[in-house]
Nanobody, 124 residues
Framework: QVQLVESGGGLVQAGGSLRLSCAASGRALSVYAMGWFRQAPGKEREFVAAISGLGGTTYYADSVKGRFTISRDNAKNTVYLQMNSLKPEDTAVYYC?????????????????WGQGTQVTVSS
């Protein structure tokens, strides 16, 4: 079992930055690909970014490429999502996820574990 707890969400103006954190407990994080998803009001949850177990591979949705950066610190069992140049359309609840498969698998199929989510609101 893996427990995931997100933090770092909040209200920011367009063009600003936020860094989300996801703290994991229960198992060593390095065995899992980790990722972030988001769900805006009235929309389906969508993939945002993923990173492999040892951090060597990253994968991003086209909508966030060049603006968001996913990283991880396995010693701290924590994954991060640095979000720059935020836009109002980035407003959503952001969820951390873990998968025993690859980054592509995490992006495509249902992850094994989910966090409870953290709200990000970008004002125009």
């Amino acid at each position: 079992q893996v427990q995931l707890v997100e933090s770092g969400g909040g209200l920011v103006q367009a063009g600003g930055s936020l860094r989300l954190s996801c703290a994991a407990s229960g198992r060593a994080l390095s065995v899992y690909a980790m990722g972030w998803f988001r769900q805006a009001p009235g929309k389906e949850r969508e993939f945002v970014a993923a990173i492999s177990g040892l951090g060597g591979t990253t994968y991003y949705a086209d909508s966030v490429k060049g603006r968001f950066t996913i990283s991880r610190d396995n010693a701290k069992n924590t994954v991060y999502l640095q979000m720059n140049s935020l836009k109002p359309e980035d407003t959503a609840v952001y969820y951390c996820a873990a998968s025993a498969g690859s980054t592509q698998h995490l992006a495509t199929y249902e992850p094994d574990y989910w966090g409870q989510g953290t709200q990000v609101t970008v004002s125009s």
